[in-house]
T-cell receptor, first 113, second 113 residues
Framework: DAKTTQPPSMDCAEGRAANLPCNHS???????VYWYRQIHSQGPQYIIH???NNETNEMASLIITEDRKSSTLILPHATLRDTAVYYC??????????????FGGGTRLMVKP | NAGVTQTPKFQVLKTGQSMTLQCAQD?????MYWYRQDPGMGLRLIYY???????DKGEVPNGYNVSRLNKREFSLRLESAAPSQTSVYFC????????????FGDGTRLSIL
């Protein structure tokens, strides 16, 4: 799986957009970008994933650069409940045993009033 | 809207006791997973089941056994609990298509004294 790099922490004002970057410069052609978040003491929550096109769902938008070497997760109107650790994971189909997910350090997003 | 349900949510065991952690999903997913998460660390895969009737070892299988009882249920058993197995255990499931994301339960917090 491609290695990912994320800033360790970010702050965002409540009601503003939170833009979380992820660098994955070694991504290969069949690897997807996944975003999860983990709110303290809860299970990881799937947010969104994509291959090369930008994606949007009810939770967030995912912008992937044309060369696919980086991506940005956008939470359009952050709330206090969005305070969590956000993980960017890159992986391809059948990359390792059982398609297990490897969670790196992630970005700790603090949404402030 | 149950998703992945884990029981129990909390458990305290004495060293040497045995216990089974239960996991059930109602999303008709083919693959199921057991991870553990130690404080301040990422998730590590214990065992997985790619489809009903199959199970395979992950990164850290020693001290654990699993049973894929049917398509819905995947249990994790500790035969003789050790303090090193104190952790938060997460179950996840995934549809058949390999690029689809995993969805997690809320975890079982297990303490072994």
């Amino acid at each position: 799986d491609a290695k990912t790099t994320q800033p360790p922490s970010m702050d965002c004002a409540e009601g503003r957009a939170a833009n979380l970057p992820c660098n994955h410069s070694t991504i290969s052609g069949n690897e997807y970008v996944y975003w999860y978040r983990q709110i303290h003491s809860q299970g990881p929550q799937y947010i969104i994933h994509g291959l090369k096109n930008n994606e949007t769902n009810e939770m967030a938008s995912l912008i992937i650069t044309e060369d696919r070497k980086s991506s940005t997760l956008i939470l359009p109107h952050a709330t206090l409940r969005d305070t969590a650790v956000y993980y960017c994971i890159v992986r391809g189909p059948g990359a390792n045993a059982g398609n297990m997910l490897t969670f790196g350090g992630g970005t700790r997003l603090m949404v402030k009033p | 809207n149950a998703g992945v349900t884990q029981t129990p949510k909390f458990q305290v065991l004495k060293t040497g006791q045995s216990m089974t952690l239960q996991c059930a999903q109602d999303m008709n997913h083919n693959s199921m997973y057991w991870y553990r998460q130690d404080p301040g660390m990422g998730l590590r895969l214990i065992y997985y089941s790619a489809s009903e009737g199959t199970t395979d070892k992950g990164e850290v299988p020693n001290g654990y056994n699993v049973s894929r009882l049917n398509k819905r249920e995947f249990s994790l058993r500790l035969e003789s609990a050790a303090p090193s197995q104190t952790s938060v255990y997460f179950c996840a499931s995934r549809p058949g298509q390999v690029h689809q994301p995993q969805h997690f339960g809320d975890g079982t917090r297990l303490s072994i004294l």
